[in-house]
């Protein structure tokens, strides 16, 4: 993509000239350019469904995707989506008039779901569960009827390990947000292409651009989510030994089965010693990463 002229994308109008600024742009893009090739999300010809929520996580997405389509290294059709689910106070011209001005093509769907959470939810829990299965099946149906392979969703690197530590603690599990997976159903992708990149860096980006921020609190303050407690551990860990998030989103990329305690994963039971004798006094090497050194 070009900085200077008419060739310009427009949602790099305004930008910043700032040297920090153009370093901040060029990692957002390497980090998501890095998570595309590295999970295997490119499709020649494909379409993808981008999701919209207002944020400042969806606009880095959006204009990352198309600063990548631009330089010509994403070579898919790209449709940005909003689903109203009809919060209370949602500013429901704010995306259609931004995604008009920017020349994106976009679809803008209405379903008020939720109504149907604060109906269906018991007073006092939190209305994430179901409000987050609402909305996914309603982007997997427009998926389906625009004709696209696949949903794009910008959920970043500390949503990832916000993820992992809310079902260690609470779910009894390791488990998080995969940057690649195929819905239950078999017939479309999830892709996360910003799982690399640092919330920090959004926030920062977004904001240098203007771009119109919808508050995420429409559905209530909801105190007590699991993942605002989650969250406030993270900032404090960072505080106190910066770069700590990055290193444990490392630990999730490097995972030993060996050292971990789920026979699913690795044969424990048939792990077997390798003592040399009268038959076999020089036994077969283990493979290198049979079993991971011991620390």
Not at 58 to 66: D, I, Q
Not at 89 to 108: D, S, W
Not at 182 to 188: A, H, M, R
Not at 196 to 207: K, S
Request: hydrophobic letters at 35%; charged letters at 25%; one cysteine or more.
């Amino acid at each position: 993509m070009h900085d200077d002229g008419d060739d310009i994308h427009p949602l790099f109008h305004g930008a910043p000239k700032s040297t920090e600024f153009k370093k901040l742009r060029k990692r957002i893009v390497q980090n998501t350019r890095e998570a595309i090739e590295h999970y295997g999300m490119v499709q020649p010809g494909a379409r993808w469904l981008v999701c919209l929520s207002g944020g400042k996580d969806s606009y880095t997405l959006l204009a990352v995707l198309h600063e990548l389509k631009w330089r010509g290294l994403l070579p898919v059709d790209i449709l940005a989506c909003n689903l109203d689910q009809g919060q209370p106070g949602f500013p429901a011209t704010v995306l259609p008039e931004f995604l008009e001005k920017m020349g994106v093509p976009h679809r803008i769907e209405y379903q008020d779901t939720y109504s149907i959470v604060v109906d269906k939810v018991p007073q006092g829990r939190t209305f994430c569960a179901l409000c987050s299965r609402l909305r996914r099946g309603n982007l997997y149906r427009i998926a389906r009827e625009e004709g696209c392979c696949a949903v794009v969703l910008g959920h970043h690197r500390d949503d990832i390990l916000e993820t992992f530590f809310m079902n260690l603690f609470h779910g009894g599990r390791l488990a998080t947000m995969p940057p690649k997976l195929v819905n239950e159903e078999g017939d479309l992708f999830v892709y996360r292409p910003l799982a690399h990149v640092a919330e920090a860096d959004c926030e920062r980006f977004a904001r240098a651009l203007n771009y119109p921020i919808i508050p995420c609190d429409l559905c209530g303050s909801q105190d007590g989510l699991q993942r605002v407690q989650v969250k406030a551990i993270l900032d404090q860990w960072e505080k106190n030994a910066p770069g700590r998030r990055q290193v444990m989103f490392k630990a999730l990329t490097n995972i030993r089965p060996s050292h971990m305690l789920d026979p699913g994963l690795f044969d424990f039971r048939g792990l077997d010693l390798n003592i040399p004798d009268a038959e076999n006094p020089q036994p077969e090497k283990r493979q290198k990463n049979d079993i991971p050194v011991l620390r």
